[in-house]
């Protein structure tokens, strides 16, 4: 089993900046494409960002390009997201996940098979 345990989540004032990490143990596949997601209330699960295996490249929707930077540590097995100029509607629950297969779409999430527990974030404007 892989366990995922994210941190770095918190109240926030719009404008703030704030770092996500999410650190992997347990069973780890070598070096898995990794995503972060993000569910606010009432809503659905939506993707936020995803990086190679190595790092070589990083994918990001549309609310976060520009503002978010997805990043990773394979020696420690730990994925970060900075996240940059927040805003209120990106208070949600961050979720990191391991795409083992590396299967494409990567905003895809039934293409995720291990979830951390997740981290709040709130932004207050």
């Known amino acids: 089993q892989v366990q995922l345990v994210e941190s770095g989540g918190g109240l926030v004032q719009a404008g703030d900046s704030l770092r996500l990490s999410c650190a992997a143990s347990g069973r780890t596949f070598s070096n898995p494409v990794m995503g972060w997601f993000r569910q606010a209330p009432g809503k659905e699960r939506e993707f936020v960002a995803a990086i190679s295996r190595y790092g070589g490249s990083n994918y990001y929707s549309d609310s976060a390009k520009g503002r978010f930077t997805i990043s990773r540590d394979n020696a420690k097995n730990t994925v970060y997201l900075q996240m940059n100029s927040v805003k209120p509607e990106d208070t949600a629950v961050y979720y990191c996940?391991?795409?083992?297969?590396?299967?494409?779409?990567?905003?895809?999430?039934?293409?995720?098979?291990?979830w951390g527990q997740g981290t709040q974030v709130t932004v207050s404007s």
């Open positions: 996940a391991v795409n083992s297969g590396g299967f494409r779409p990567y905003a895809d999430t039934r293409n995720y098979a291990y």
